[in-house]
């Protein structure tokens, strides 16, 4: 089993930034893929942003390139989201989640994931 738990959440105004981490601890993997989503009320879960720790390609949503930027720590199975110019509609749970299987084609969906977090609430207000 993996447990992934994330740290950073909160609330924040408008063109503010935020940085989230999620630590994966147990039966971690060098290939891991870690990305984050995010869920507003009402909504599905929507990707955000991915990074495979082993080479560090990264992907993002279009709604957050150019503001957002994931970084990751192989050696430690870590990884960290640089939240910049928040908006209202970035207002939402933040889920960190892990594979070891992923590959590129796949990253974006959350239901090819087998490792999840708890969740972090990010607020922006405007």
């Known amino acids: 089993q993996v447990q992934l738990v994330e740290s950073g959440g909160g609330l924040v105004q408008a063109g503010g930034s935020l940085r989230l981490s999620c630590a994966a601890s147990?039966?971690?993997?060098?290939?891991?893929?870690m990305g984050w989503f995010r869920q507003a009320p009402g909504k599905d879960r929507e990707f955000v942003a991915a990074i495979k720790l082993n080479g560090g390609i990264q992907w993002y949503a279009d709604s957050v390139k150019g503001r957002f930027v994931i970084s990751g720590d192989n050696a430690k199975t870590m990884m960290s989201l640089q939240m910049n110019s928040l908006k209202s509609e970035d207002t939402a749970v933040y889920y960190c989640a892990a594979d070891g299987r992923l590959i590129a084609s796949s990253v974006m969906t959350a239901g090819l994931y087998d490792y999840w977090g708890q969740g972090i609430q990010v607020t922006v207000s405007s």
């Open positions: 147990g039966r971690t993997s060098t290939r891991f893929v």
